[in-house]
């Protein structure tokens, strides 16, 4: 005969509080998911470590670089969690399946706190071949993050080179941010908003799209450059670029 209960349990800070019947795998999941949140727990601490010992307290909280790193660990340990789910579902264990799944609202909530917007006032400034370039964490459309640079002197960034793409994606550590590109003057012509020819090879596979006057912006993300909307992009923040 099975019992209710109220199994409490405290998994790597998170108090995981499950009304369920009991079922002889709960254990064992226990034990996997503990495991998964430890190894996601441990990523995240060596990301906020090595960003400790980079980036001057002043602008700690803005590195997209950081917010990528939590992202990439969370991302595996959803994929990982929401297998055991899975799996405890087609076993008949809802304490294994509840146990994953509060493991899984643990890191999006972990995810979610390390991309909350930030002031634009706040920033993080780095030099490459005598350019300065600047990634700001803030939830702005593409004409406004061009106006936010050009008040600062500067604008959004012209990706020109293989050496300067490759700089860039690391700078923003794959986060989806506008840079300086766009075809609103004629359709289908990409070009950097000082004139040069956006080069083919740094768009992701399948993109630009063809005859998409909505698409009139361009976004980086980790593998090239998107077409996107100036308002609605997705997009977490910008970059801007100074040439002196």
């Known amino acids: ?5 109220t199994i409490s349990l405290l998994v790597l800070g ?3 509080v499950v009304l369920a019947e009991t079922d002889k795998d709960g254990g064992a999941i226990q034990e996997l998911v503990e495991r ?5 727990n441990k990523a995240r601490a060596q990301a906020d470590a ?4 980079k980036i001057s307290p002043t602008i700690k909280r803005h590195n997209l670089k950081r ?3 939590i992202h990439t660990a969370g991302t595996k340990a ?3 969690l929401r297998d055991i789910a899975a799996d405890a579902r087609k076993n008949n264990s809802p ?5 994953a799944k509060d493991g899984m609202t643990y890191v999006d909530k972990i995810m979610g706190e390390s991309e909350k917007p930030i002031p634009v006032r706040e920033m993080w400034r780095v ?7 600047l990634a700001v964490l803030a939830p702005v459309t593409w004409e406004q993050a061009g106006a936010v640079c050009k008040k600062m002197g500067g604008h959004l960034v012209y990706i020109e080179d293989d050496e300067e793409m490759q700089f860039v994606q690391k700078l923003t550590g794959g986060t989806l941010v506008y840079v300086g590109a766009t075809d609103k003057q004629k359709e289908g012509d990409w070009r950097w908003l000082n004139g040069r020819k956006v080069s083919r090879s740094f768009w992701a596979p399948q993109r630009p799209l063809k005859n998409n006057r909505v698409l009139s912006v361009a976004v980086l993300f980790q593998n090239g450059l998107l077409d996107s909307t100036p308002t609605s992009s997705g997009a977490r923040g910008f970059i801007c670029e100074w040439d002196k």
């Not at 998964?36 to 996601?40: A, D, G, R």
């Not at 304490?95 to 146990?99: C, I, K, N, P, Y």
């Not at 030099?127 to 370039?133: G, I, P, R």
């Open 50 to 53: 090595d960003y400790e010992k």
């Open 67 to 69: 917010v990528s790193q």
């Open 14 to 16: 998170l108090v995981v």
């Open 78 to 80: 959803l994929r990982d």
């Open 1 to 5: 005969m099975r019992h209710k209960l």
């Open 95 to 99: 304490v294994g399946e509840a146990l």
């Open 36 to 40: 998964i949140l430890k190894e996601f």
């Open 127 to 133: 030099s490459f071949n005598k350019h300065h370039y």
